[in-house]
């Protein structure tokens, strides 16, 4: 009977197929595009039939073939039957392939083709945005910056806009406090750099081609030593993956695992399917390509110190958030800004949606206090009391607040009592007991530059107002003070301040209005750091809810090393380093040193880069320049939309295209993983569908196409692929979560958005640690910490050994607990790169801070000819180029003889960089104040090998040494530089002229 | 018959540059005939002026969105000829075909609201994105990415206009030039003038609650107490005025006095020692 009914199916195939012909002509293309001869047939061979597809007809015949391409045989009919059904489940279809219940054998080109032929006869009928009466179709996209409405006219983007939502859309929250009601605009509120997307889509630094560097021959002489030197010349898609693809079996025939070193920045275009922690993570574990270790990068002193106090390691030693919005409006007297720019940062990833909401703390006589060596966007914008510090000597100032607390009494004595542990200790230190310094605000003004009388004043309004402390860009955390030398103190300081201030009674917590919005958090989509398809459970998020609510198949490495992202030149020239892990698992997983490469793996010989601007976000960053020059390398492969950094070091460059010229779906602000629930810092819960608004430009292709046919060069392109296509992946990605219940897929494809409802004001999370404060279980929705990371009973207390914030923490008295540079007593240690650094402070007095880009995201939209360079807050023009700025107070410009737009030279002994200045009053006098993460890399190098940079690299001047040993942390805000005018010499020099004419010589060729 | 116009509150603007960008990628890569050429990555017709005032930890920024006024009595139309129109509903355009080459029409604009795009060999103004009003828009793309709606288009009767100016106390900038601008500004007050602030200290503390008054040719014309950091600050002194001195004093710390010397031209930041 099932065979019967199978044989029926079968033998219909081409006339279901010859339907589709005339109503979709997207599966007519795709079937005038490959071909093949496909055989279809159970094991035994008791049902078979052919199918064979040459120049667009489709002829079938019952029985074998005696030389199919493609061979897909079931198990049984049972097996067929429930594998052909038109809406199979997709648990069922991965089980019957994991466990050879289907097994599919042939060309692996010809059985992508077919999957990709069967798909197109319901996706090529879908239908996709919305036509308006301009006479434009309205897509959609997402951003790191908030998402778009992007309007596409023949072909070509017209403009994109920030998304209005419908009058049918939910309704927005709204919060009542102090007698006034407030609501949020209806609309998606977006940053500059989203609004650059069109720009950054036509760039004239767009890859369109292929390319292979002139002097780069596989077979031949390859001459790593011109790495950044020698020009490229256009080559074929063919040549390139044949290349790369021979290269890559080569390397695993002659190293062994692991030689394949994947490298890349820490983010990615917005989109779960495209993310690095998706598709790339399937290409290589799929490749057996090892990838980075990152550490935390935006949250070190958080992780590696904070967490200590109080656990939280499943966000990093982040604070959560939930409730704090509200609480702060109804509750709260001031906000201390403590290196906490939110304008800036748009806390992380969310737009412009917490700038109205700040504006409502002012409008309700909130007051200000902002603790930063700049004057910076939040505390231009809201005004307040402004504590210019010193870089990275924070840390005497919150000690010296709690010396007057403690000796003014000025400090939540029950909360200490009750939910603290090791006061007495930290008390003896404070008060100089312990070491014979009291650290009194008149002991911390000769540290930090301010005034003890302003630190009194400070400390006895903190210590009878209701305060929110803002800490970092999101107000829990996040860049600044928390990556120096002193960053963890700094981090642990903050905590602690809040335990002497009962962190969880209501007015006081951590939060700047950014975060904490009466959201609905429940409903589930995965977050980019739930893994998208990558298939692994190990490396990202995807174990909580992605594997089992998305089946698929599931990828692991077998070259399991990963390569620690700051050392990876250490790595390429010596072939070894060592690291400590960056698992939240546990507060404990970090106190474990790990070495690079595993027992048995190999060192790298092959590098393949995966977005291209490195040089703008890795410590002393010249160091990449010897990693990719080193002779051990064979082959750098750089996968990259644009050219810019470390693109020009490449020798096979795999152009790919932008994220608005292929499908993709995500979350706006939705990051889930280490940053669980980041959404609620937006006003409206919006999941975008990314439509391919327009074909790729040039040659280009996606980074999920690119893996697949390197993949399918070696075989793997259908284990790769599971016969999906992008837009196949966003359906299933859809179909896993929770929004079906709220918008169909054809309407979710049409609309490209949907807007989730928020909470009712009665069904509200509670505020953060009110329950911890009040003595409770814990009630906030995170699955945060393990259970087992509890002590007397599910839910109860903090994860911490004791259950409470330990001031002397008994995870460092157990993992660490004699390291002066993380001392278990979170004793003030000035910065081993800072103004007691004798010699080094002397030839370089100034103290650079380059923190969070504003008007990039990180290194995106920057660069690249675009309208942000135009942005005089983020570069200048002179002669014709386009410098970063940093800022200057006017005393040190006038000591140096500099006014403002002057050309200036910053440097010291790791490289040189070429500003342009901006002087004003609003930098303390001997800090320096810029962004970090330029796009651009654009040096030249003097006989000696010194860099001299006019891109704006910032990082080629901050060091790389870790914050503490016994952590893996970067410190770039512990930098010493001098400052001189720049006397412009640049164009004298013949090579640099000559790489100059080699970029447009790129150019030219496209 | 109703005009536009625009008001932009400078408290409100967080320089997030938002307004300069989406107007660049309206006319990036696109020409609209009759109302404008394609725009150019470095030609911003609509750009964000910085005012940084004070010293020491005492001081404050405002950002001036600035823009085409689309004056009702422009001086770019004096010379501009029939390259330059005003139309009924107040918009001033410069025709994308007729004013080809003519570079002296930046020269024209005495607020610096015409921008040249040498790449188009075309003067550039703000148009207030006419092509879109005509489409249906209730707002140009400038107000309508602001995150903070610090500008606002309004489509009202000039007499309409004139009210709301008055009643929400909106200025113009160069209103000594009559040029009748329809781009108005709610606190513009600071950015246009200095400040003189300080700080009252006794003890080598600083006092809270101390009485500050400001006094010019020694009479009281402002008075204010210090904040928990003592101090204090009185807004909008005029630029260049002169004859200032402050008398602080506080109950049980006693009294100071500090002359400013000279003309106000920056803002000054002074401390007040009570004895």
């Not at chain 1, 700051?566 to 060592?578: L, N």
């Not at chain 1, 999906?724 to 992946?729: M, R």
């Not at chain 2, 400001?214 to 600050?233: H, P, Q, Y």
Request: charged share 25%; glycine share 10%; net charge negative.
């Amino acid at each position: 009977m099932r065979k019967a009914k199978l044989k029926v199916i079968l033998a219909a195939l081409p006339r279901i197929m010859g339907v589709a012909r005339r109503m979709n002509p997207a599966f007519e293309r795709h079937l005038r595009s490959g071909g093949g001869v496909i055989q279809v047939r159970l094991k035994d061979n008791s049902v078979a039939r052919h199918y064979i597809f040459r120049d667009g007809a489709i002829s079938t015949s019952a029985g074998l073939h005696a030389q199919p391409d493609v061979d897909i045989a079931f198990h049984d009919a049972g097996v067929a039957l429930q594998f052909l059904k038109p809406d199979a489940d997709q648990g069922d279809i991965i089980h019957f392939i994991k466990n050879y219940l289907v097994e599919m054998n042939g060309d692996d080109t010809v059985a992508v083709w077919f999957s990709g032929l069967v798909n197109t006869m319901q996706s090529g009928m879908w239908k996709q945005g919305t036509k308006m009466p301009d006479g434009t179709h309205r897509f959609v996209t997402n951003t790191n910056g908030g998402p778009l409405f992007v309007y596409v006219k023949d072909g070509r983007i017209v403009r994109t806009c920030p998304i209005d939502l419908a009058e049918d859309d939910p309704e927005s929250w709204s919060v009542e406090a102090r007698g006034k009601s407030f609501k949020p605009y209806r609309q998606s509120m977006v940053n500059v750099h989203a609004l650059a997307t069109k720009s950054l889509v036509y760039s004239d630094r767009r890859l369109l081609y292929p390319m292979k560097r002139v002097d780069f021959d596989p077979n031949g002489e390859r001459n790593p030593q011109n790495r950044g030197k020698s020009g490229y010349e256009r080559i074929s898609w063919d040549e390139a993956l044949d290349i790369v693809a021979g290269e890559v079996t080569r390397q695993k025939q002659t190293y062994g695992p692991g030689s394949i070193t994947v490298l890349h920045g820490a983010h990615h275009q917005m989109g779960n399917v495209g993310y690095w922690l998706s598709s790339l993570m399937r290409f290589s574990n799929i490749l057996g390509a090892p990838m980075q270790m990152f550490s935390p990068i935006s949250w070190e002193g958080w992780y590696w110190g904070a967490m200590h106090h109080y656990g939280n390691s499943l966000r990093l030693g982040l604070p959560g958030a939930y409730g704090t919005m509200e609480d702060c409006m109804q509750e709260c007297d001031m906000i201390v800004f403590w290196s906490s720019d939110p304008e800036a940062t748009s806390g992380l990833y969310a737009g412009g949606e917490g700038s109205q909401r700040r504006l409502w703390a002012k409008e309700l006589g909130i007051q200000f206090v902002h603790i930063d060596p700049h004057f910076n966007s939040t505390a231009q914008m809201l005004g307040g009391k402004w504590l210019p510090v010193r870089p990275t000597t924070d840390s005497a100032l919150a000690q010296a607040i709690m010396h007057v607390w403690i000796t003014e009494g000025l400090y939540d004595k029950d909360f200490v009592e009750r939910c603290t542990t090791g006061f007495d200790e930290w008390k003896a230190y404070i008060l100089g007991e312990e070491d014979g310094v009291a650290k009194t605000p008149e002991w911390q003004e000769v540290e930090t530059g301010i005034p003890a009388k302003d630190v009194i004043s400070l400390a006895r309004l903190w210590g009878t107002k209701k305060t929110y402390l803002s800490a970092g860009g999101l107000g829990t955390g996040f860049g600044g003070a928390c990556r120096a030398a002193t960053g963890q103190q700094w981090a642990r300081n903050m905590i602690l301040l809040m335990a002497m201030q009962g962190w969880g009674k209501p007015g006081v917590n951590f939060g700047n209005m950014q975060c904490g919005v009466p959201l609905d958090l429940l409903p589930y989509f995965p977050g980019y750091a739930e893994g998208g398809i990558s298939g692994d459970v190990t490396k990202n998020a995807g174990f909580i809810n992605n594997y089992v609510r998305m089946p698929h198949v599931v990828t692991m490495n077998s070259a399991s090393q990963r390569i620690p992202r700051e050392r990876s030149s250490e790595v390429v020239t010596t072939g070894s380093a060592s690291y400590y892990a960056w698992d939240g698992s546990a507060m404990e997983q970090q106190f474990g040193e790990i070495s690079y490469p595993s027992p048995g793996q190999s060192r790298p010989h092959m590098i393949y880069q995966y977005g291209a601007s490195s040089f703008g976000t890795t410590m002393d960053s010249s160091r990449l320049i010897k990693m990719h020059r080193d002779p051990s390398i064979d082959m750098v492969v750089s996968q990259a939309i644009w050219q810019e950094g470390e693109t020009q070091f490449a020798d096979i460059i795999l152009p790919a295209c932008t994220v608005v010229e292929r499908p993709d779906i995500s979350e706006v602000c939705g990051c889930a993983g280490f940053a669980h629930h980041n959404q609620n810092q937006v006003n409206h819960r919006m999941v975008v569908m990314q439509h391919k608004c327009i074909e790729p430009l040039g040659e280009s292709k996606s980074d999920y196409r690119i893996f697949a046919d390197i993949l399918t060069r070696l075989g793997f392109g259908a284990m790769f692929t599971e016969g999906c296509d992008e837009l196949d992946w966003c359906k299933r990605v859809f179909e896993s979560s929770d929004l079906p219940s709220y918008i169909s897929w054809s309407e979710f494809l049409k609309k490209g958005y949907v807007v989730l409802p928020p909470q009712a004001p009665e069904t509200r999370d509670p505020v953060e640690m009110r329950w911890f404060y009040e003595g409770r279980k814990k009630e906030t929705p995170e699955p945060h910490p393990l259970p087992s990371d509890y002590k007397t009973g599910f839910l109860e207390g903090l994860q911490t050994q004791s259950g409470k914030i330990e001031f002397l923490p008994n995870s460092l008295k157990r993992g660490d607990p004699d390291n002066p540079e993380r001392p278990v007593l979170n004793r003030y240690v000035p910065a081993w790169e800072g103004r007691h650094s004798g010699d080094l402070a002397k030839a370089y007095p100034l103290q650079l801070v380059s923190s969070h880009p504003r008007y990039s995201f990180h290194t995106q939209a920057d660069g690249k000819s675009g309208p942000i360079n135009a942005i005089e807050d983020h570069r200048m023009r002179a002669d014709g180029h386009d410098y970063w700025v940093v800022r200057m107070n006017s005393e040190d410009a006038r000591e140096r003889g500099l006014a403002q737009r002057d050309l200036v030279k910053l440097y010291n002994e790791r490289a040189a960089v070429i500003c342009a200045v901006d002087v004003s009053p609003l930098v303390a006098r001997g800090s320096l104040k810029t962004f970090e993460s330029c796009a651009e890399f654009d040096f030249i190098e003097d006989a000696d090998g010194n860099i001299v940079d006019r891109g704006g690299c910032m990082n080629l001047l901050t060091p790389s040494r870790t914050q503490a040993k016994g952590t893996s942390s970067i410190a770039p805000n512990s930098c010493l530089v001098q400052a001189e005018k720049w006397s412009g010499l640049w164009g004298r020099n013949d090579e640099k002229m000559e790489s100059g004419d080699r970029r447009r010589r790129v150019h030219e060729l496209q | 018959m109703k005009k536009w116009n625009l008001v932009i509150d400078v408290a409100a603007c967080t320089n997030c540059n938002n307004c300069a960008v989406a107007t660049q990628d309206e006319f990036a890569g696109n020409s609209f005939p009759g109302y404008s050429g394609p725009g150019a990555p470095d030609v911003r017709t609509l750009d964000v002026d910085r005012h940084v005032r004070g010293e020491g930890a005492m001081v404050d920024v405002h950002y001036v969105p600035r823009m085409c006024n689309h004056c009702d009595d422009a001086p770019c139309m004096k010379v501009g000829g029939d390259a330059i129109s005003k139309r009924d509903d107040g918009i001033v355009i410069i025709d994308p075909e007729k004013g080809k080459g003519r570079h002296d029409l930046v020269d024209a604009c005495p607020y610096g609201a015409i921008k040249w795009n040498d790449a188009e060999q075309l003067p550039q103004n703000w148009i207030f994105d006419a092509h879109l009003i005509d489409q249906g828009w209730t707002e140009p793309r400038a107000a309508h990415v602001c995150p903070t709606r610090a500008l606002r288009a309004l489509k009202l009767e000039d007499a309409e206009m004139s009210a709301l100016a008055q009643a929400e106390g909106l200025a113009v900038l160069k209103p000594e030039l009559n040029t009748g601008p329809r781009v108005y500004y709610r606190n513009l007050g600071p950015a246009l003038s200095q400040f003189i602030g300080g700080n009252v200290t006794a003890d080598g503390g600083n006092v809270e609650g101390a009485d500050v008054r400001l006094l010019r040719d020694g009479k009281e014309i402002a008075a204010t107490e210090t904040d928990a950091f003592g101090d204090f600050r009185f807004d909008q002194v005029a630029n260049g005025s002169a004859g200032y001195s402050l008398h602080a004093k506080r109950d049980g710390q006693g009294a100071g006095q500090v002359d400013i010397e000279g003309a106000v031209e920056t803002s000054r930041v002074v401390t007040v020692v009570l004895n």
